[in-house]
């Protein structure tokens, strides 16, 4: 189900964007199914290209560096911070730094491709009020948060307490959802994926 939202008031910064830089945004609480959607988005639209963020964390087992992210040092991303490299980013959990970098955006566009991002709620505002005018962002909302605690509580990877602390992230998160462009309610993952698709196209101006 797709609602349309009041414009969010964005503050205008020279970004030195041209008119065929676009940006596609997802963002979600976590289990919302936006890693899904994103997969999903990849497969189908060629011309889109997964933007590949920054994070300090240790790699898990089976991502490559450059591939999934650009595994970086906590100081590192602290020192680009100063440089003023990143798009956004943020302290996700307590001394784990996720970011975009601006370099990361010219290098996509330069291959004319459209960048797509899978990023947190709080990055995802910060980008479509640099590029107001260039990004389409979805807010992919859950059907509700006892059903987000049933699908984190499935994947069989968080104790009591780190369940807690995404739920009460993604309660706070989802206070934003008018912030974004659309909301797409992820109650039937097939139909959300071609409901945020044909959004993507449309905003794109590429054929359904």
């Not at 959990?93 to 990023?119: A, C, V």
């Not at 709080?122 to 509700?144: M, R």
């Not at 959802?177 to 994926?193: G, I, R």
Request: charged share 25%; with cysteine; proline share 4%.
């Amino acid at each position: 189900m797709i609602f349309t939202n009041r414009p969010f008031l964005y503050f205008p910064v020279a970004t030195g964007a041209k008119a065929n830089h676009k940006i596609i945004i997802l963002t979600a609480p976590s289990g919302a199914g936006k890693t899904s959607i994103t997969h999903h988005l990849l497969k189908k639209i060629p011309q889109l290209s997964f933007s590949i963020s920054a994070a300090t964390r240790a790699a898990r087992a089976g991502e490559v560096d450059g591939r999934d992210y650009y595994f970086i040092s906590e100081a590192e991303f602290t020192k680009k911070i100063k440089a003023n490299e990143f798009v956004e980013w943020e302290m996700v959990y307590e001394g784990k730094y996720y970011g975009t970098l601006k370099s990361e955006l010219q290098r996509l566009w330069k291959k004319d491709k459209y960048p797509l991002l899978d990023i947190d709620v709080k990055g995802a505002i910060h980008v479509q009020q640099q590029y107001p005018k260039e990004s389409l962002s979805v807010f992919i909302e859950p059907p509700s948060v006892k059903e987000l605690r049933r699908r984190l509580i499935s994947r069989g990877s968080e104790s009591e307490d780190s369940l807690q602390t995404r739920l009460n992230k993604a309660e706070y998160e989802l206070s934003f959802m008018n912030h974004f462009n659309k909301v797409v309610v992820n109650d039937d993952l097939e139909e959300a994926c071609a409901e945020t698709e044909a959004l993507v196209r449309k905003f794109l101006n590429l054929p359904a």
